[in-house]
């Protein structure tokens, strides 16, 4: 199993262009995360899926949007890059809800996003 | 906003010394968990503890929580160099799980 796996792992944005970060999980979870960590902060929610085809937003959604098409896949889109958004992009799933005692999060490499 | 909080920031030990972190938290949560990141990779799950537990032990890892302070405690034993990283904190609640801004340990051999 390669369990959560994410491409592009380097990306450099100029202002105003835009990208689709995808990632990919093998282990059949219905939850899926993306996050974005920046120094000296933890990890802030962007969006996040409950199932396939669905969506909802996190902590800090402005500026992004996802799609969740196929159950393995979770897509984070960036349609007009800005300089604030230059972060460490992380995707995640997990087998179940935050609330239950089986959602261990599995997280993958990481996209290093760099907005100029 | 963080839902967790850890203290302190940063932690610099001998290899076979001891560690502990601790995590702090606003509002209720159903469980909570604790997370460790290497540098310049993913985070890696490292234990979770329901709120009606009190103390949990995985290995020479042992977490308690204190639902009555909106505390948990992290404690590394016997540390070794390779526990050098961040460690993070994580409630969940509902839909979602929040993460603290993590402990950075480094542990000199």
Known sequence: ?116 | SQQGEEDPQALSIQEGENATMNCSYKTSINNLQWYRQNSGRGLVHLILIRSNEREKHSGRLRVTLDTSKKSSSLLITASRAADTASYFCATAGGFKTIFGAGTRLFVKA
Request: net charge neutral; glycine share 10%; charged share 15%.
């Open chain 1, 1 to 116: 199993n390669a369990g959560v796996t994410q491409t592009p792992k380097f990306r450099v944005l100029k202002t105003g262009q835009s990208m689709t970060l995808l990632c990919a999980q093998d282990m059949n979870h219905e939850y899926m995360y993306w996050y974005r960590q920046d120094p000296g902060m933890g990890l802030r929610l962007i969006h996040y899926s409950v199932g396939e085809g669905t969506t909802a937003k996190g902590e800090v959604p402005d500026g992004y949007n996802v799609s969740r098409l196929k159950k393995q896949n979770f897509l984070l889109g960036l349609e007009s890059a800005a300089p604030s958004q230059t972060s460490v992009y992380f995707c995640a799933s997990s087998p179940d809800s935050p609330a239950s005692s089986y959602n261990e999060q599995f997280f993958g490499p990481g996209t290093r996003l760099t907005v100029l």
